[in-house]
């Protein structure tokens, strides 16, 4: 049965309510980002800690996003490209969510080191790196915003790069530790943190994958690109 007009144009608030929150979201995943890699390179532990502190935010928008959906589904009933598009939203706040909690992840291991930092070259590589994730995230959140399929598998084909980037600097770290005894916590450290940018382009990529979803209706074709040969995991801060 059609939906009538009223409910019509009920259904497209709801939508648009939830792309709204899904936009913001995406901000505090992108400042997240920049801010916990400039407290990083800069050492500073009150930037760190205040990306600590944010993740609380985004947190609170994800769990936003996941009320209105339910709440839209259970009233509007959708079908077809009107569900996907609910669900899309779904999985988009879920890896903006992960985003956050990633760097806030890194932000906890800066306050960890505090002054104990060596190696500004491969600090500039993992620079690098999130350089390269926030403009995957900024790209795909605009392809997701404005359902642009091509764009969005331009995010997904490019994650090999990040992945290259990170398995460079997974090597220059071990060979820094082998060289000196008292590299070894920094660079453990850092080796997390590297990794944690790694993973933050996978997320970038999943939503390039969902925004494919919502247009076409099933997942794009052939094997991910994926160039991590890496077998460190972002395992959680501890504490």
Partial sequence: MAMSEHTAKAFDTDLQDLARLVAEMGGLAEKAISDSVTALADRDAKLAQQVVTADAAIDILQREIEEKAILTIARRQPMA?????????????????????????????????????????????????????????????????????????????????????????????????????????FCTHLLFCSKNIERMGDHATNIAETVYYMVEGFPPAGERPKGDTTALTAVPFPG
């Fill in 81 to 185: 490209v009107d569900l996907r598009e609910i669900v899309g939203a779904l999985r988009v706040s879920n890896d903006l969510e992960r985003i956050g909690d990633l760097a806030k992840n890194i932000g906890k291991r800066v306050v960890a080191l505090g002054g104990d930092f060596r190696a500004p070259t491969v600090l500039r590589g993992v620079e690098s790196m999130a350089e390269l994730v926030l403009s995957a995230l900024k790209n795909v959140l605009d392809a997701y915003a404005r359902r642009d399929v091509t764009q969005a598998m331009e995010v997904w084909k490019g994650d090999e790069e990040i992945d290259a980037v990170n398995n460079s600097l997974f090597r220059e770290l071990l060979t820094y530790m082998m060289e000196d005894p008292r590299n070894i916590t």
